[in-house]
């Protein structure tokens, strides 16, 4: 294994021993690893930010239309695969769902838009998107968190 710290690429290092499963140390060395992946997707991929907490990441994107913000999330998704390949790391595509979020007043028939990630194509989620606990409905009304919650 080499460390690689602002660009500098250290020696080789034989690794003969890994973290322990649940060992309080795994959260933060996982984040450390997965950390380059957000400037690099955030970079290639205009108007996208990231939302993410432990080995869950959301990919976010505003724009006019479905169409628009379909295709920011697409540019993201190659980033992110083109950045797993580079990484050694497996993401596990068939997790990956897509969600969009239109305003009150801004009422938005159900849209045909998808997103492509690797050989998976994606589409948005007429229902709630279930993300870190929390049923989110597409004009974010919770109602359908507090139907399955309470």
């Given amino acids: 294994m080499r460390l690689v710290l602002d ?28 950390s380059g992946i957000f400037e690099e997707v955030e970079w290639a991929a205009t108007g996208v930010s990231e939302l993410s907490f432990v080995d869950d990441i959301g990919w976010w994107a505003e724009g006019k239309n479905a169409a628009e913000v379909a295709n920011k999330l697409l540019q993201a998704a190659a980033a992110s695969i083109e950045w797993e390949g580079k ?34 194509e994606v589409r948005f989620n007429q229902a709630a998107t279930r993300w870190l606990g929390v049923w989110l409905d597409s004009q974010l009304t919770l109602k359908e968190h507090h139907a399955t919650r309470l």
Avoid: M
């Avoid at 660009?7 to 690893?33: C, H, K, M, R, W």
């Fill in 87 to 120: 990484n050694s790391i497996a993401f596990d595509h068939g997790k990956t769902e897509a969600a969009i979020f239109w305003s009150k007043t801004r009422k938005c028939a159900q849209t045909k838009a998808k997103v492509r990630v690797g050989a998976k």
């Fill in 7 to 34: 660009g500098e690429t250290g020696e080789p290092n034989v690794v003969d021993t890994g973290v322990q499963q649940g060992s309080p140390a795994a959260p933060i060395l996982f984040v450390t690893y997965l």
